[in-house]
């Protein structure tokens, strides 16, 4: 409520300067207004009439701006812009505020640009031209394409949610047996950060493991089946997890990982929390180096496949993927919220960052930084039985309640 309060008064506060929209002869204006996420954002209907197109709503936070049979997909809390193969990243999300589609100004300035031929922005006169519109889409590879339809029949079980609602203890299991894939992070000649506990160091990769085994029992206990992806300190090619949890039709998938701090913050040591992450385009120069540490263990693979192509941006060019963004997006909230009740640090919230592990997973899918083990107090409680079982009953409850959450959504209607 407070959400869609702030947004209405925001779009209330219209820029002085609206978008100049040129087709020919015709000339429109299309108000510029604020964002709640900041910077400004445009009327989606409006923009879409202004080039002489229209904005298709799909349902489900979905859309579509078409221009003559050619366009853009736009997801609600989605930064992403879809055209053909390419998912063009956008410095904030479509939003709704008085029964109106919102988008980026950014949308109209240099996405549609860029995806679309016969349209030119001149910053100048801050004016979108449209000229004689021709795609400039390649054709989707029939390995593309097939992957897409995949995806695309995962992401149409599932609702996605605009909003998190607040969700009360206790969790209860979903009437329906789910199963929920459990990643222990690193693994084998992979030992991951090292936690210092005096003048003894423990491997994250064993207590990723540990907690996730933790994690496993957890959730049986709450009635949901369990996969692991490792069971013990062996390695798993990160290209290879989230098949495993495909192949197994997972409803969930969680990775857990112990965080470590930059050497070269001021005070490394006294860095503690926990976050987590779900898979988009890192924000900060943080997100990009925790991914980018987490991402090495591509160097203790010997698979040729981890070398050929990006298979995250396959993934972040495929419009079902989306789906599963908003839904990792509420995963990851639950998850900051019950571990709030039981770490000993502070909750430095749920972030974003593109984690090799999360990529082929076609499932809302989460990766938890339970700590820093480079933070003496929490390396000791991430060691210690009742830290590590703390940690399992936290996600396993966010997991449960993230389940009951979507049963609700559907009416606990599937077969």
Known sequence: MLL?????????????????????????????????????ALRADLLAEAIGGRLIDGGAGRWRLDLGGTGIALTLLAPFA?????????????????????????????????????LMFDPARVELRRMALVSRQPAAPRAIAEASARASRSAAEIVPSPRIPDVSP??????????????????????????????????????????????????????????????????????DRGPIANRSRGDLFVSVHVNAANPNWRNPGATRGFETYFLAEAKTEDEARVARMENEAVKFETSEETSRGDPLGFILRDMAQNEHLRESLTLAELVQQRMKGIHPGPSRGVKQAPFSVLVNSFMPSV?????????????????????????????????????????????????
């Open 170 to 239: 206790p969790a209860r299991a979903p009437s329906r047996k789910r199963l929920v894939v459990v990643d222990a992070g690193h693994g084998g000649r992979d030992p991951g950060s090292l936690l210092r506990i005096g003048n003894t160091t423990v491997p994250e990769k064993t207590v990723a493991l540990a907690v996730s085994l933790k994690l496993r029992e957890a959730l049986q206990a709450r009635g949901v089946s369990v996969v692991m992806t490792r069971t013990r300190d062996t390695l798993i090619a990160l290209g």
């Open 367 to 415: 990766l938890v930084e339970i700590g820093f083990g480079s933070n003496l107090p929490e390396a000791r409680w991430m060691t210690s039985e009742a830290g590590q079982r703390q940690l399992a009953e936290a996600i396993a409850d966010a997991c449960v309640a993230y389940l009951a959450q979507y049963e609700r959504k559907v009416g606990a209607s599937e077969p």
């Open 82 to 118: 879809v055209s053909g193969e390419e998912a063009l990243p956008m410095p904030s999300s479509p939003f709704r505020s008085g029964g109106r589609v919102f988008v980026p100004y950014a949308l109209a300035t240099d996405i549609l640009p860029r995806a679309l031929g016969g």
């Open 4 to 40: 869609s309060l702030l947004c209405a008064c925001q779009v209330a506060v219209a820029s002085p300067a609206p978008l100049v929209v040129r087709v020919g002869d015709k000339v429109r204006s299309v108000p510029v207004v604020a964002h709640p996420e900041g910077g400004s």
